[in-house]
């Protein structure tokens, strides 16, 4: 791979990579005039050309760094940490910018995978693969103009893998490691004249270790079990009609330590509490091309049933959830004399039971963007969106990005955008609700600069998020309310890859995340203040490679004590039998660092794995 294609295959993924070179599984470097993303509604813009900040990760750079857990790679990425009650299959929130998983849209393959039976509406990333991921989108800044409520921190866009062969293919994997892991995977895909499908079976199975930390005397194994189905395909009946979907299903039971109530902490771990969940999702859609106007209509269902069991201070518990989300949408474009105009519409309800408990809400949202390609230097993008909801009433929120290349290998970004968070169901409805809650209202901002060479990149970005109208329990009566007073984050990204020689390449990267919260008046909880990571990759041989990561937290704090700083570093070792077929090895926290990102909940010890993968 060339020196050119390796900087422009680091700018395009912005510091996601930790190995990018070196295997059979390698693929050449997407040029930057062609590497697309979706980050606006309808049309594909070229990376150097947007005016919002998007953090790519490809299915090769998760093949390279190794990681199980999706999450675990995300946390790397500038802007972005993730906090996590243990191990696998402990609960994860992946925060954006200072801003927690209740204010990022998560979608998988066009459908929305947010949990609307718990209190906030959320995805919780802790049981989340990278098996059968081909690629994943973080979009930055409050993106509601777009994406509707929640989409406050961001929005993560999450593709499981497609067919890129023509004919049948077929890929699998295996791997074995500490805490009795096995992990287990299968790919199945087909591509051919007039359409394509993908299908993934992935299977964990983890004794893992205690959620509640054994430095607090808990020594038992919280073990996590799991089974996911993905399916994705489109078929052309005609040369413009195309029909198409997605679907998963996914079946898990996690161990969890549940609060030791009398203290709050440290975490009860004398007795394993139970978690056991089974959602599912489909997306089905079709498109019509050909005319001035080309149109596309979908449906979308999403369904959770979840249940928390065990023991705790006061007795036995069963917790029984269940949420539900209906979805219709429709979107048409055209090219005008100055722009591309997008435009949509979309219906959605949401509901939830809580035992005894339940609730449901309806929104409809209509929607247009407009793409201005102003000249070769200047990319103006402008979105309106009207919200109308069944308990609150209408809500309008709005996006202007610009990117500005004065020359070809230099961007100018700014962006500024609206967002809302509309109050979930168990919010308005359950006991401790209150249905005359307004939407929580966000303002962010933005600006960068990236510069590219040829040999590497570095890149700049400002940026604050405002938000207003903040909704929580009262701390007497617990009944939710509205907060006055105005919350923030603000900070700034610094990132930057070099390729030292042909075989060697380096990318590190630098976030410095401040805050308030509104009521409290101190920096928001679980987000560190400062958060460095630099990533080392080596081609020893044509066959054989390694890589290296170390990040360095600091300032991190829980809602009740700081939390000390820490530094955890990863190596993996791999090397191709044949253009087919890969062997590895993953070293995690290779220095056995004792470290907490939540208070009183445990991390792994060093641990390793040992792996295999095939295509054929």
């Known amino acids: 791979m060339k020196p050119t294609q390796r900087a422009a295959l680091f700018t395009a993924t912005a510091l996601t990579t930790l190995g990018l070179t070196g295997t059979a599984f390698a693929q050449e470097a997407t040029d930057l005039g062609t590497l697309t993303l979706s980050a606006n509604r309808g049309e594909s813009t070229e990376l150097a050309r947007s005016g919002v900040t998007v953090e790519v990760v490809t299915k090769e750079d998760l093949e390279q760094s190794g990681e199980t857990l999706l999450a675990d790679h995300l946390a790397r990425l500038p802007g972005v940490n993730v906090s996590s009650n243990g191990g696998i299959g402990g609960t994860s929130s992946v ?28 995805y919780d990333f802790g049981t989340l693969t990278t098996a059968g991921i081909g690629r994943v989108e973080v979009l930055k800044g409050s993106q509601s103009a777009l994406y509707g409520s929640e989409a406050i921190g961001g929005v993560v866009n999450i593709t499981t893998n497609r067919a890129t062969e023509e004919g049948l293919s077929q890929s699998v994997e295996a791997e074995y490691g500490s805490y009795d892991t096995r992990k287990l995977g299968y790919n199945l895909s087909y591509l051919g004249t007039r359409g394509s499908f993908a299908s993934t079976l992935s299977y964990i199975d983890t004794n893992g270790f205690s959620a509640a930390d054994e430095d607090n005397g808990n020594r038992e194994e919280d073990g996590h079990e799991a089974t996911r189905l993905s399916f994705s395909g489109d078929y052309a009946l005609t040369d413009t009609v195309t029909v198409g979907g997605a679907a998963f299903w996914q079946k898990r039971d996690s161990e969890y330590d549940d609060f030791d109530y009398a203290g709050d902490f440290p975490l009860d771990g004398t007795t394993d509490d139970l978690s056991e969940s089974e959602d599912y999702g489909l997306r089905a859609f079709a498109r019509f091309e050909g005319g001035a106007v080309s149109h596309e209509v979908s449906a979308q269902y999403y369904h959770i049933d979840r249940k ?4 705790s201070s006061f007795g036995a518990f069963v917790y029984p959830y269940e949420g539900r989300r209906w979805g219709l949408a429709y979107e048409g474009q055209t090219e005008l004399s100055m722009a591309i105009l997008t435009f949509g519409a979309d219906a959605t309800s949401e509901s939830f039971v809580n035992g005894s408990d339940d609730g449901e809400q309806d929104n409809l949202g209509l929607w247009a963007q407009a793409d201005w390609h102003l000249s070769e230097q200047v990319e103006l993008v402008t979105a309106l969106r009207h919200d109308d909801h069944s308990e609150y009433g209408g809500k309008t929120t709005g996006r202007v990005s610009l990117a500005y290349l004065p020359t070809p290998d230099l961007t100018l970004r700014a962006s500024v955008g609206s967002g809302f968070r509309a109050p979930s169901p168990y919010e308005l409805y359950s006991p401790y609700g209150n249905s005359d809650l307004d939407p929580e209202t966000s303002v962010s901002y933005e600006l960068g600069v990236e510069q590219r060479f040829d040999t590497g990149f570095i890149g700049v970005t400002l940026f604050r998020t405002e938000i207003t109208d903040l909704i929580g329990p009262d701390e007497v009566t617990y009944l939710y309310t509205q907060t006055s007073g105005t919350s923030w984050t603000q900070g700034l990204e610094l990132t930057g890859g070099v390729d030292v020689s042909e075989r060697i390449s380096l990318a590190g990267s630098y976030t410095w995340t401040d805050s308030e919260d509104a009521q409290s008046r101190e920096r928001l909880a679980r987000v560190p203040l400062r958060d460095l990571a630099v990533s080392l990759n080596a081609d020893i041989t044509s066959a054989f490679g390694a890589g290296f ?10 809602t009740s004590a700081a939390l000390d700083d820490y530094t955890v570093a990863n190596m993996n070792l791999r090397y191709a039998l044949s253009d087919q077929a890969e062997l590895y090895l993953r070293l995690e926290n290779l220095f056995d660092e004792d470290y907490q990102v939540v208070k009183g909940y445990g991390t792994s010890d060093r641990a390793a794995y040992f792996g295999v993968r095939a295509s054929f």
């Open 308 to 311: 928390l069991s065990g023991t």
């Open 549 to 558: 990561t170390v990040q360095h937290v600091s300032g991190l704090r829980d």
């Open 95 to 122: 925060f954006i910018r200072g801003l927690s998983g209740k204010y990022v849209g998560v979608y998988v393959d066009g459908i929305d995978v947010t949990d609307t039976s718990g209190p906030q509406i959320q």
